[in-house]
């Protein structure tokens, strides 16, 4: 479908010199002089690169849009995951590059969401929280609760959290997936 320039939003995907493009951030910018335009960063989604555009209200861009599914995690093998379709029971690997990051993330039977451009994997999204075990931390210091400090913290899949002083060893915590980050302890 045909958008105009000026009509993308961040989260869209489109399609731009041959490449498939989720734009990231956007700014309207309208000079002193000459005609306004849209300032995109857009980040690659075959390979990561990322680059910033301008598209005038006069250009046209194809937007493209990508089917999402869910599957559900099965295991990691090396330098693969694989994936099973909840519909039809089918299975894909994904090597790790695919899953990024957050692959530490990623627990026995975890519903992930997986976007497909023409029937092929493009991206793994985690859900946000994931509910970890701490293993490991300092204890906390008498009087140290009055600051709004935190400690480190190790979890039962080896992820680093920096976690409030109240939190203790066996304490169960809810943490972002996007970027570690401690949100609050789990119930």
């Known amino acids: 479908m045909k958008i105009d320039g000026n009509a993308i939003r961040p989260g869209n995907v489109i399609e731009y010199e041959s490449g498939l493009w989720r ?3 956007i700014q309207h910018t309208q000079p002193g002089k000459g005609g306004a335009y849209l300032q995109v960063e857009l980040k690659n989604l075959i390979d990561g690169t990322k680059k910033n555009e301008r598209f005038r209200s006069s ?9 999402q599914k869910d599957f559900q995690f099965l295991f990691g093998d090396g330098d693969t995951f694989t994936f099973m379709d909840q519909d039809t029971y089918d299975q894909i690997a994904l090597p790790n590059d695919d899953v990024g990051e957050q ?6 039977g975890m519903v992930v969401t997986i976007e497909m451009y023409e029937e092929k994997p493009i991206s ?7 509910t970890l075990e701490v293993t490991e931390t300092e204890p906390a210091l008498k009087g140290q609760t009055v600051t709004s400090s935190y400690k480190p913290a190790m979890t039962d899949i080896g992820v680093r959290v920096m976690v409030p002083p ?19 302890r789990a119930d």
């Open 103 to 108: 692959a530490v993330f990623l627990q026995d």
């Open 23 to 25: 734009a990231v951030k």
């Open 59 to 67: 250009e046209k861009v194809e937007k493209v849009r990508l089917d």
């Open 124 to 130: 793994v999204a985690l859900p946000e929280h994931v």
């Open 166 to 184: 109240f939190i203790d060893q066996g304490t169960k915590i809810i943490v972002a997936t996007e970027d570690s980050s401690y949100v609050k």
